[in-house]
């Protein structure tokens, strides 16, 4: 690919970003609303985040950042799922990086920083959300003079990314619970005696 490619390239991700705000537009107007704007359901009032992460050396800034929102909403986030409402289980947190575009010498101008991750809600009994998975990208150029400067870069953007899925997996996993506690159950229908169908009067002795 020549180098005008870059410009493309660009356009295109600047493209999926107006997208993804559209997309974040049309959720909120079908009944999503910004965190923290209403109290919390019931089963995130007392929470347990559960990483399912068997090689992690620290916990990830997804983890991290789902915590810091839902302690700021007035939650305990507690440190056993015995003692929580309900857990918000994490799993497949994966991060990835894929070339948009390259320079007349074949070398890389831009990259696509992909993270994804699973998620699931639920309790001892039952399951509140099902399981689901939610993907994220961000775009960012690099230059071989600034080796160093562009591999923080890519470490902040990492960052920023999960920090944004756990914005999103608050949102949604927050308006999927409101929306059950809101489900009212109705009551059984009563049966009414007919008026043509009088009760029979006790035998005469």
Sequence with gaps: M???????????????????????VLIAGCGFH????????????????????PYRVSEPPLETSLRTRLLRQGAEVTKDAAGAHATIKLSNLKEGRQV????????????????TVDYEVHTATQV???????????????????????????????????????????????????????????EPARVVPSQADPAPEPPTP
């Design 34 to 53: 910004p965190a923290g704007s209403r109290p919390l359901p019931v089963a995130l009032q007392k929470v347990y985040i559960e990483v399912v992460a």
């Design 128 to 186: 509140l959300v099902p399981p689901g998975s939610l993907r994220m990208t961000r775009d960012y150029s690099f230059n071989e003079g600034q080796i160093l400067a562009k591999e923080a870069e890519e470490d902040r953007l990492r960052e920023f990314i999960q920090d944004a899925l756990a914005e999103l997996l608050l949102l949604k996993v927050e308006t999927l619970l409101s929306r059950q506690e809101t489900v009212v159950p109705q």
């Design 2 to 24: 020549k180098a005008s490619g870059s410009r493309v390239a660009r356009i295109v991700s600047k493209c999926r970003w107006i997208a993804a705000s559209a997309l974040l």
């Design 100 to 115: 948009l575009s390259v320079g007349p010498d074949g070398k890389a101008l831009e990259f696509l920083l992909v993270t």
